[in-house]
Nanobody, 120 residues
Framework: VQLQASGGGSVQAGGSLRLSCAAS????????MGWFRQGLGKEREFVAA????????LYADSVKGRFTISRDNAKNTVYLQMNSLKPEDTAVYYC??????????????WGQGTQVTVSS
């Protein structure tokens, strides 16, 4: 499956962005989906995950209550709504697909990243 992330940009602290991840090649409903991020000089970290049926979600503690992951299987797209953004949210954000129903680490396919920059 090919994944294409978009929606990144520059925003001031407290602002919002919505990232999208469009899939092609396979039906997205067959995969658990996740978002990860990697800040400059940092390791890639888990952000959020959603199960195939969108019945279950997982979030990193650092984004819980501010970010929401969702999916529209009819559009083969996964979203990450990011509210109350902080400068520490600045990173390249990646979407990923997993054959596992819901996971924070076992991902098989990765999209290219989209840059999110939050200024104070």
């Amino acid at each position: 499956v090919q994944l294409q992330a978009s929606g990144g940009g520059s925003v001031q602290a407290g602002g919002s962005l919505r990232l999208s991840c469009a899939a092609s090649g396979r039906t997205l409903s067959n995969y658990g989906m996740g978002w990860f991020r990697q800040g400059l000089g940092k390791e890639r970290e888990f952000v959020a995950a959603i199960s195939r049926s969108q019945g279950s979600t997982l979030y990193a503690d650092s984004v819980k209550g501010r970010f929401t992951i969702s999916r529209d299987n009819a559009k083969n797209t996964v979203y990450l709504q990011m509210n109350s953004l902080k400068p520490e949210d600045t990173a390249v954000y990646y979407c990923a697909a997993s054959r596992v129903r819901l996971t924070v680490s076992a991902y098989d396919y990765w999209g290219q990243g989209t840059q999110v920059t939050v200024s104070s």
